[in-house]
């Protein structure tokens, strides 16, 4: 695992709702997140330990007393690797175990012996978390210091309808990423910085268009970690499949002139500009009204250039910050340091998308910065959401 790798080591009790438990593991892994995951006995009675290892990449802990392949004590190892530990869910039981001190199992043992924040979810039947012990014990742990995702309203596993039912993922997640970045830099706190991200499409007829393979990933892992280090954010940002992320002014947009208008715009107002989006070079000079019909062997089509937007940002640039992208596949050092001159740019991030691993698509990326003296930093293979703060450190120097 790498040095800067977080790690949560993921607690799942025997609930109903361990099963949303998997998605939890899914979203984390994704960021990067290196998760552990401790079963209870009756936990492994809702959703098979194989379902955690195939999506963690990782052995599941269940039972204190298995036969060891090597000497390590593994509750402490567990409890001294984790950056955050997470309760998901956690019934009634477990709740009162940890709030009394009991260590019973690998999951209660692995607790006590944690120093890490503890994020506890519960999910059990209206009665019983509405039961006077059950509430004690939550009010015990809260003034211990451990944290809670307070469960929803809604219909329960019992038929009833009521408070008890695990809380959403999202909001799990979004939890558990705050805890484990918690001592985040908020270095771009009073920044407005505007965000251009995915790709555009530039219509032929009213079915079919020109579009290029980005995904808009960078883009948005770029406006999530501005948001995450305090800076007001504008998301302009082609067709995606990806959601917009929260408290950003996200602006959808779909041809590269709708971009650049959305662009210039807003310009006045921001002190940084990020251009991440991969924006079509050519649009055709007509959209035709109806469907273009193959009748012949060959089909002309005549195009005509988009204004470049990051050129336009850079004839107006004044004392804004303005960094660009360049996605080459050949002479990537040449390309990149030609577009940093050519528009006024003070960063240019450069990757050559035919490489494993920084192509479009996919959640990492292989990055080198230029600066306006041609310095090059080179990076490793990273996951995207890596990048984007890399990226950011580069531009937190510029202020």
Known sequence: MSKNKKNVLLGVAGGIAAYKAADLVSRLVKKDISVDVIMTKAATNFVNPLTFEALSHNKVVIDMFADRKYWEIEHISLAEKADVLAIVPATANIIAKIAHGIADDMLTTTILATKSPVLIAPAM?????????????????????????????????????GFGKLADVEDIEKA??????????????????????????????????????????????????????????????????????????????????????????????????????????????????????????????????????????????????????????????????????????????????????????????????IDKNQNIKEYPLMSKSQAAHVILDEIAKLF
């Open 125 to 161: 039947n209206t009665n019983m978390y509405t039961n006077p012990m059950t509430q004690k014990n939550i009010k015990t742990l809260k003034e211990y210091g451990f944290f809670f995702v307070e469960p929803a309203s809604g219909r329960l596993a019992c038929g009833t309808y």
């Open 176 to 369: 558990i990423l705050e805890l484990l970045y918690k001592d985040i830099k908020r270095d771009f706190e009073g920044k407005k910085v505007l965000v251009t991200a995915g790709p555009t499409r530039e219509p032929l007829d009213p079915v079919r268009y020109l579009t290029n393979h980005s995904s808009g990933k960078m883009g948005y892992e770029i406006a999530k970690a501005l948001v995450e280090r305090g800076a007001e954010v504008i998301l302009v940002s082609g067709p995606t499949y990806i959601e917009a992320p929260k408290n950003v002014t996200f602006i959808p947009v779909e041809m590269a002139m709708e971009m650049y208008n959305a662009v210039m715009m807003h310009l006045e107002e921001v002190d940084i500009v990020i251009g991440s989006a991969a924006v079509s070079d050519y649009r055709p000079k007509e959209i035709q009204k109806e469907k273009i019909k193959k009748d012949d062997q060959e089909l002309t089509i005549q195009l005509v250039k988009n204004p470049d937007i990051m050129y336009e940002v850079g004839k107006r640039k004044q004392n804004r910050i303005s960094v660009g992208f360049a996605a080459e596949t050949t002479n990537l050092i040449e390309y990149a340091t030609k577009k940093l001159k050519e528009k006024n740019m003070d960063l240019i991030v450069a990757n050559d998308v035919s490489q494993e691993g920084a192509g479009f698509g996919v959640d990492t990326n292989i990055i080198k910065i």
